[in-house]
């Protein structure tokens, strides 16, 4: 086993080291995974039901899928290497023979027919040093059935041009076939471009090289996945001639975009078609249309700052837009996907600087987006329907800069319909400026469209507005913000003593309160947090115990500054180990178990009862200091029982005595640990 393993770092340290580009790369990773198949053997991923292969990485090796599609492996005999009967794997070096010999060799006879017929057999046999991408056969024949009638019947030309600008007049290995580079064909200098990934995948005008490296005497072939045709247009000339693209030639224009896509780049175009267009509710097409900030955004968001052409797609890979935010390019099958959607109708259509995929439905960046619509796309379905029937549709329509602090659907509970009450709550969820989460800082105030003042509440595991705290990413829209929240605003309504009076359920500890002579310091301005006895924890205590700390005004006193915590926590701002500082005593250990919060392992019945000066949190058991022995770590949940140094003792000759341990102790590595010692 130690020796294998030698073997296996050994080869990953040589695969890193020979391995001189992403190619060669996956070409080492499946002569490692071939290897106990024999010399010089590959092993590649080959998606069930098709003839596509790949050689592949580690990830996707351990994966087993290719584009969502399950694969099996595959064994074959590595570029330029050949099986011999009675042996293992292939150990025999191909015998180098000149390029048109070489194409019948590596299935790419229909290739070598046609230059054949073509008159390019002698040229390809002769002296000279070339680059072939030579087609497959599947290739030719996924040619439509015109376009091969057209090429084959005027061989002297059409076909000749065809196959010359399949082939460059100098050899290129895929070492020299970097990423972005072109080189001129020989067909009257058009350039055939050159794209590299990283996955390894090697691409020639997006066709992908399946077969590379097949050496030749008088060149080099690299057999490839379709035919490809020579490119004069950039990608707006595409866009330009293509009457499917009408509504995307003219919003190109209006936004000023025309000079960019004229220029040279590598650029990805996923271009949305006139259908696209006329499935956006036309106030919000003729919105964004007549906002040139907004629909310059939402045409960037359609373009890439890289080349992708859907062969180099193996899996979802999120990619930066022109705009600045990413989207997630993938596959399923055959189908090309964006945000894992099969809307891409056309792929491939390449130009000079870039390529463009057809797709059948408009992508709207949230920068370009009102705040309903920001709304209408997220996880906020009831408070977007409040927020329109409290009649604050214009506000979520229009041009202001707001933030909407909208809660989770599973925020709201209990009656939802439109009362004056809950219609002013909806109104104070919207802040008066737009906001980034990233910009706000602690104690910090907000004003709302309502008037109120709602502070925030910075933690170490969460950003926090009143009792609601910050639940997904920032939406940010073309004139407003939306903060998603994981609770409906309580918005604070009085004093600590206050919300306490409103309570029945503190009747007797507002009568203890002011027996202890408190009540001035829960009215004045402040931050504290109360972990507040409701009447059921006074109600659990021995009357005889509860009488004597009623008459006594100091302990009482001390029992209930022991249950005040200096400073703001909200529930949110509670972490698995947090620790509060009460205005008397011991620190109070705080922990979270299935979404309760735990105060010296007593529970939070009710939490975040907002105040001007703190905010409570009833609790229904009086809080005791916690045991000095007992693990803090356990403060979030029931105490597990202290242990004697005796019984674990016991314990110890206990487990000694074990079969198992005395098995342990006479195996050969355990004695070996003890002469090492």
């Not at 992403?22 to 069930?48: D, E, F, T, W």
């Not at 859907?310 to 837009?321: D, K, L, R």
């Not at 005889?544 to 006594?552: A, F, P, V």
Request: hydrophobic share 40%.
């Amino acid at each position: 086993m130690k020796v294998f393993l030698q073997v296996l770092v050994l080869s990953l340290v040589l695969t890193v080291c020979v391995a001189r580009s992403p190619y060669q790369a996956v070409l080492q990773h499946s002569r490692i995974r071939g290897r106990q198949q024999g010399p010089n053997v590959c092993a590649m991923q080959q998606i069930k039901g098709t003839d596509k292969k790949y050689f592949t990485n580690c990830k996707q090796w351990y994966h087993r899928k290719i584009c969502s599609q399950p694969t099996v492996i595959t064994y074959e005999c590595c570029p330029g290497y050949e099986k011999i009967p009675g042996e293992k794997g292939c150990p025999a070096a191909l015998p180098l023979v000149n390029i048109y010999n070489t194409l019948g060799v590596v299935g790419a006879s229909t290739t070598q027919m046609y230059s054949e017929r073509a008159k390019l057999k002698e040229e390809i046999e002769g002296p000279g040093s070339f680059t072939f991408f030579a087609p497959s056969n599947e290739a030719w024949a996924a040619l439509p059935t015109e376009i091969l009638d057209a090429l084959v019947s005027n061989v002297n030309i059409e076909l000749l041009n065809a196959l010359h600008y399949h082939m460059v007049n100098r050899r290129l290995t895929s070492e020299e076939l970097k990423h972005g580079s072109s080189f001129a064909s020989m067909y009257q200098d058009f350039h055939v471009h050159i794209h590299h990934y990283t996955n390894g995948i090697v691409t020639v005008n997006c066709a992908r090289l399946i077969k590379p490296d097949q050496h030749a005497t008088n060149g080099i072939v690299h057999v490839v996945d379709r035919v490809i045709t020579a490119i004069s247009n950039n990608v707006h000339t595409l866009i330009d001639i293509d009457e499917d693209l009408e509504t995307l030639r003219t919003a190109i224009a209006a936004a000023g975009l025309t000079n960019v896509l004229e220029n040279e780049g590598q650029y990805t175009i996923f271009a949305p078609t006139n259908e696209a267009f006329e499935k956006i509710p036309q106030e919000t097409l003729n919105r964004i249309l007549g906002d040139p900030v907004a629909l310059k955004d939402l045409l960037n968001y359609h373009i890439l700052k890289h080349m992708q052409c859907a062969e180099s797609i193996v899996s979802g890979t999120p990619m930066e837009t022109l705009q600045g935010t990413v989207l997630e390019v993938g596959c399923d099958g055959d189908q090309m996907t964006l945000n894992g959607k099969a809307i891409i109708t056309k792929k491939d259509q390449l130009g000079t600087n870039g390529v463009i995929h057809y797709i059948n439905e408009l992508l709207i960046p949230d920068s370009a987006k009102t705040l309903l619509e920001l709304a209408e796309g997220s996880s906020v379905a009831t408070a977007t329907r409040l927020f329109v029937d409290a009649g604050l549709r214009s506000h979520l329509t229009g041009s202001e800069a707001l933030t909407m602090l909208a809660p989770l659907d599973d925020a709201f509970k209990g009656s939802l319909t439109m009362t004056p009450d809950m219609r002013k709550l909806m109104t104070n969820h919207i802040l008066k400026e737009q906001l980034s989460s990233k910009s706000l800082y602690h104690g910090q105030e907000l004003e709302t469209l309502g008037g109120l003042k709602l502070r925030v509440f910075v933690y170490r595991n969460n950003l926090c507005i009143e009792n609601a705290c910050i639940a997904a990413h920032d939406k940010t829209g073309r004139f407003a913000s939306m903060f998603t929240v994981d609770k409906v605003l309580t918005p604070p309504m009085g004093t600590v003593m206050d919300v306490l009076k409103a309570d029945d359920r503190f009747s007797l500890l507002v009568g203890a309160i002011q027996t202890a002579g408190m009540t001035e310091l829960l009215n004045q301005q402040g931050a504290l947090t109360f972990f507040a006895p409701t009447n059921d924890a006074f109600n659990a205590l021995p009357q005889s115990e509860l009488n004597k700390l009623m008459r006594n005004r100091q302990e009482l006193s001390g029992v209930l500054r022991y249950h005040l915590g200096e400073g703001m926590l909200v529930s949110g701002g509670v972490g698995s180990h947090t620790r509060v500082k009460p205005l008397q005593g011991d620190k109070l250990e705080l922990g979270v178990r299935n979404y309760t919060v735990y105060i010296n392992k007593i529970p939070v019945a009710d939490a975040d009862l907002m105040a001007t000066n703190g905010v409570v949190h009833a609790v229904n058991s009086i809080i005791k200091p916690l045991p000095l022995k007992v693990d803090r770590e356990q403060a979030d949940g029931p105490a597990a029982p202290l242990r004697s140094a005796a019984s674990s003792r016991l314990d110890s000759r206990s487990f000694r005595n074990d079969d198992l341990f005395q098995k342990v102790l006479k195996s050969r590595s355990s004695r070996t640990m003890n002469h090492s010692q």
